[in-house]
T-cell receptor, first 112, second 115 residues
């Protein structure tokens, strides 16, 4: 089955700095890669996603890059703000199998 | 529009007891799923359904049953609770089908403790 590794497990940055979270996956059939943000006591919520036919996608301060050859994808958050503090999960989805496999999560802390 | 609603939010069980976690969505999503979240282990898929009458196992199905009699509801049953099932459970649904799950919409979670 699919295996997703996510690094780092914790990340602390100063407000205004950039944050990068990286994920690798094992199943070359995975073709949809969402990122979710989970705030304390809530369910995860999608913040950005990318499909396998695209190398990069940006939405305001967040961007995701995908390298299918190397089987890794990354989340980039620029100009971080305290409200960006949360747990972030990456996921790899094989749409033919209909299952999403999640990474173990990254706890991001943005210090004011 | 309530989205995905899970009940109860908190539950304490004794070993061997059974219970059902309820999940309902009002978005007419075909795809529904259950995940458990344990510290440092991310979200692991328990069971999923691509439509009414169809269910399938995920990564960690043992000890859990599901059924999907309507598009809206996807209950998760614990047959004989064990301490290893202490976790936070999330129900999630999606517009997609088996061929394209798409964005998952999560409920707020049900925290279960088994003593």
């Amino acid at each position: 089955g699919e295996n997703v590794e996510q690094h780092p497990s914790t990340l602390s940055v100063q407000e205004g700095d950039s944050a990068v979270i990286k994920c690798t996956y094992s199943d070359s059939a995975s073709n949809y890669f969402p990122w979710y943000k989970q705030e304390l006591g809530k369910g995860p919520q999608l913040i950005i996603d990318i499909r396998s036919n695209v190398g990069e996608k940006k939405d305001q301060r967040i961007a995701v890059t995908l390298n299918k050859t190397a089987k890794h994808f990354s989340l980039h958050i620029t100009e971080t703000q305290p409200e960006d503090s949360a747990v972030y999960f990456c996921a790899a989805t094989n749409t033919n199998a209909g299952k999403s496999t999640f990474g173990d999560g990254t706890t991001l802390t943005v210090k004011p | 529009n309530a989205g995905v609603t899970q009940t109860p939010k908190f539950q304490v069980l004794k070993t061997g007891q059974s219970m059902t976690l309820q999940c309902a969505q009002d978005m007419n999503h075909e795809y529904m799923s259950w995940y458990r979240q344990d510290p440092g282990m991310g979200l692991r898929l328990i069971h999923y359904s691509v439509g009414a009458g169809i269910t399938d196992q995920g990564e960690v199905p043992n000890g859990y049953n599901v059924s999907r009699s309507t598009t809206e509801d996807f209950p998760l049953r614990l047959l004989s609770a064990a301490p290893s099932q202490t976790s936070v459970y999330f129900c999630a649904s999606s517009y997609g089908t088996a061929g394209n799950p798409g964005e998952l919409f999560f409920g707020e979670g049900s925290r279960l403790t088994v003593l």
